[in-house]
């Protein structure tokens, strides 16, 4: 297993632990996830940050409680692994966007056990770093279908479904 971190900036020499900029709320004895932390994704979730830092997005897959009801209804014969939603004018920035790819140290990070999310209360120190600049085609490598709306207020309820789903950035969509 490896750990990233994603960023728009090519030139982090070490992660500092900071505060989220707004912070939610937590359930009790969670609220230290609002605090100085490093955030890393496990790989086998690094679709969830294949975009643009800003870009809203929803992120759905199947589990084993997945229905063949909300399978058929979502998937409609894709052979996506993961279905990712996007603003329609979000599309061109995900096209020409570069980020960066930071692998980090797996022993400084505690895992969350929710959608390969660890944090780390310390300074870290990447191992290495790359540049993705061909999104579109690391979304393919992934098996990652992108989808595209002009908002994505009618995915609202994909929370009451059996899919897992996923949410980042949404405060930046239209009408949310």
């Not at 004895?29 to 605090?35: A, K, Q, S, T, V």
């Not at 790989?43 to 009801?69: G, Q």
Request: hydrophobic share 40%; charged share 20%; proline share 8%.
């Amino acid at each position: 297993m490896q750990l990233f971190h994603f960023s728009d900036n090519p030139n982090i020499d070490v992660f500092v632990p900071r505060p989220v900029r707004i912070p939610v709320e937590r359930p009790i004895g969670f609220e230290w996830l609002n605090g100085p932390l490093v955030w890393a994704i496990q790989d086998s979730h690094e679709a969830m940050y294949l975009f643009p830092r800003e870009c809203p997005r929803i992120l759905l897959w199947r589990t084993p409680d997945t229905t063949e009801e909300d399978y058929q209804l979502w998937w409609k014969g894709s052979t996506a692994e993961c279905l990712v939603y996007i603003e329609e004018a979000w599309l061109n920035p995900v096209n020409t966007a570069t980020i960066y790819r930071y692998n980090l140290p797996t022993e400084a990070f505690v895992s969350l056990k929710d959608a390969g999310m660890w944090v780390a209360k310390t300074e870290v120190t990447p191992i290495s770093s790359d540049a993705l600049t061909q999104l579109p085609k690391e979304h393919q490598k992934r098996n990652i279908e992108l989808r595209t709306l002009d908002n994505l207020l009618p995915l609202k309820g994909v929370w009451q479904t059996s899919l897992h789903a996923s949410g980042i950035r949404l405060r930046n969509a239209q009408r949310w």
